[in-house]
């Protein structure tokens, strides 16, 4: 019987969470195999500096109130792990405490660079013939991991944008004749399309917002845009627009950094939301509006995805499942089965085939025009945001769990700097 | 019997077609002496230039649906009529158009201009001898009308501004170790500092999110501001800070208009949120992230506050009950008959003694260091936002109903040029 290793990675989502109750959960009903699961207290670095969570301190109503709650219960970090070979130290000493907490299951939950990690840690446990399973377990909004066909946080963030658009659309078309007439949501996405993509679930027919959306995948065109907007004022009394913060224009500098300065000189931190909605006040003369969701997006549990939050627990719980059958260098992954109806099942890709690459948005799930979806993205992402999972509320406001987090005892001597 | 007249004015909010719901659904309770309901389409502008809605021609499906349904359902309109004695013309029109359409009835729903706007037509159908009771129904997310205890509207953007609040926190929270320390969300209130407030209710306890409210009432002092987010940082690992958009500083001036310049010269709009974000990092080098919530935070149906919608509900339907009793130049305020457990009533009040004025947060709801609410607040702010009242959803996203919108036929020979 060994113990189990636990960390969140990289930007957390409204439903990790969700995945970490999946892993916790299914690990305390195999304690025969699975002895306690230590969480790192803000990713790899709780490994690496000892700084671990007894999750068996929390109780049965805590860890099961993960599901519902957002953010990193453990705490995240923005932390890559360099080259093995570079930094070999780093990854001794996270054998070393692997070892010293007889640690046999290493699960991490994140996007791109931590499958990268995972897989590396992996490697270096077999050159230093320690033996433990490293299992990957997908989380990221972005929605950009390959193989698996989605990946959990998306749907939800997914799901707020289509809400959110939808809303502020009817907000707009009321307002428009004497008021605002452009209104643009900027939402995340820095490389790849798929949020963006997201707010185009908002319209049902010709004429619903939203009129215009723009990907990071494709060149910004000023004039095409402002005749664009131009078009959907004069045809629908206003233009709702969402765009990616990723947006770049043809010389490949993000339009967000597009020379804004302010009274100090120094450079203007986005957001790309009031530059293109300024542009089409400059054109046109337009009243604008814009909203920068940021954190919001992501963290917005209140609107969750019941398929998501469903998934992300799937995969936390796939995870421990494919440790305890002795698999390694893993991540279980979403698969379609069917689309109409949605039907999905969880599978198992190499980290090695997951690490580092990035999903952008096909070619084919953007309208001919660039500002759109096609009928392919909408069936694509339609299912992800099905049903409604609401957390329990007292007093108006969700109730989110606080972890008690009882530290382990560390058993190492040795501190170790970051 | 006579037919009725009803307008959306000002900025529209999550639950102003609640209130057109009331008035609908009243009326044709009572069709022995209301006829038909004709809504202006944007607002007075609708009446100005007899562009009208028959409500008659929607089903009651289609009605009853608006009580779920966010923005202006029959179009809104900024648009304030000018003083009586400086143009006469635009009034004169107005009881024209009455008279053509046999409107007995004149209900007008928004916020402080909207009243005034509703008193002068009580005044002119006076001074002209045309005989129409006018009433005027509450609704503003700026919570800024006096001797109502809140206004339609307010208790919904609350709710939301409260519930982001709460999750964004944690995912900050989660971040902060190695990432984002400073979050800031920018919301509505240009002069009154009641939505900002509401982000108070996210924290339960010390150190909880929000650490800083920064509010209209009180002139921004840099130093004190940059001093409260460096201890936030050192005693919590990170630090929330809930602006207002109407933020000044002690030369008066928005903060938002704080000098910043874009590319071209031109003065760079709003918002406040990323000003007084990149102050903590030109201070402290601390990561920020910040979010604009604009109209998504008056449009979020999706997490209304059921008390607001009951209440938006009640005033609509007071509105019609009150005309039906003979009652004129009055609007239905909410009375609070007790705090815990909370109990409303409507009352009544005189338009004279509504329009035109605001109500400021009191400095007793502020805390003496300024940047967070009082118990008082709480208080009151708390049961505002109590209960759900969860829209129905399709496929992933809220139905929100678009109405036919038949249009009634003119009778005048003339046009109005607005």
Excluded at 168 to 196: C, I, N, P, Q, Y
Excluded at 337 to 363: D, Q, T
Aim: net charge positive; proline share 4%.
């Amino acid at each position: 019987m060994k113990n189990a290793f636990y960390a969140q990675s990289g930007g957390v989502t409204a439903v990790i969470n969700a995945s970490a109750c999946g892993v916790i959960e299914t690990a305390r009903k195999h304690r025969d195999k699975i002895g306690k699961v230590y969480a790192g207290r803000h990713g790899v670095l709780g490994a690496l500096t000892e700084d671990m969570i007894d999750t068996s301190k929390e109780s049965r109503a805590a860890i099961s109130a993960l599901r519902h709650t957002p953010g990193g219960a453990f705490g995240s970090a923005r932390y890559k792990l360099a080259g093995i070979d570079k930094d070999r130290a780093q990854y001794a000493r996270l054998i070393d405490i692997f070892r010293a907490h007889d640690i046999g299951y290493f699960f991490y939950n994140g996007g791109n660079d931590s499958m990268d990690t995972a897989q590396k840690v992996s490697e270096i446990a077999v050159q230093m013939a320690y033996p433990i399973a490293c299992v990957g377990i997908p989380k990221t909004v972005d929605n950009d991991l390959p193989i698996t066909d989605c990946c959990p946080g998306f749907g939800s963030a997914a799901k707020y944008i289509a809400v959110s658009t939808r809303e502020a659309g009817l907000d707009v078309a009321s307002m428009a004749r004497t008021s605002t007439k452009v209104f643009v949501l900027e939402v995340m996405g820095r490389h790849a399309g798929w949020m963006a993509a997201a707010g185009g679930l908002a319209g049902d027919k010709a004429g619903d917002a939203p009129h215009i959306i723009l990907f990071p995948e494709i060149s910004f065109d000023r004039e095409r845009f402002l005749a664009k907007v131009k078009l959907s004022v004069e045809k629908y009394g206003y233009c709702v627009v969402v765009v990616s913060e990723g947006v770049r224009g043809s010389d490949g500098k993000f339009l967000a950094e597009a020379g804004t300065k302010d009274a100090f000189g120094h450079s203007q931190l986005g957001g790309v939301g009031p530059v293109v909605a300024q542009m089409t006040q400059q054109a046109f003369g337009y009243k604008f509006h814009w909203a920068v969701a940021d954190y919001l997006q992501r963290s917005a549990r209140h609107i969750a995805s019941k398929v998501d939050v469903d998934q992300a627990y799937a995969v936390g719980k796939a995870a421990v499942e494919l440790a305890l059958k002795g698999r390694n260098a893993v991540m279980p992954v979403i698969v379609r089965k069917s689309a109409k109806p949605y039907r999905w099942s969880i599978g198992e890709a190499p980290l090695s085939e997951v690490a580092n690459k990035e999903k952008k948005l096909p070619r084919n799930f953007i309208t001919a025009d660039s500002f759109g979806i096609t009928a392919a993205c909408r069936n694509y992402l339609a299912p992800l945001i099905a049903g409604e999972d609401y957390p329990p509320y007292r007093n108006g406001l969700p109730t989110y769990v606080t972890l008690k987090g009882v530290s382990v005892v560390k058993r190492l001597r040795t501190p170790f700097v970051i």
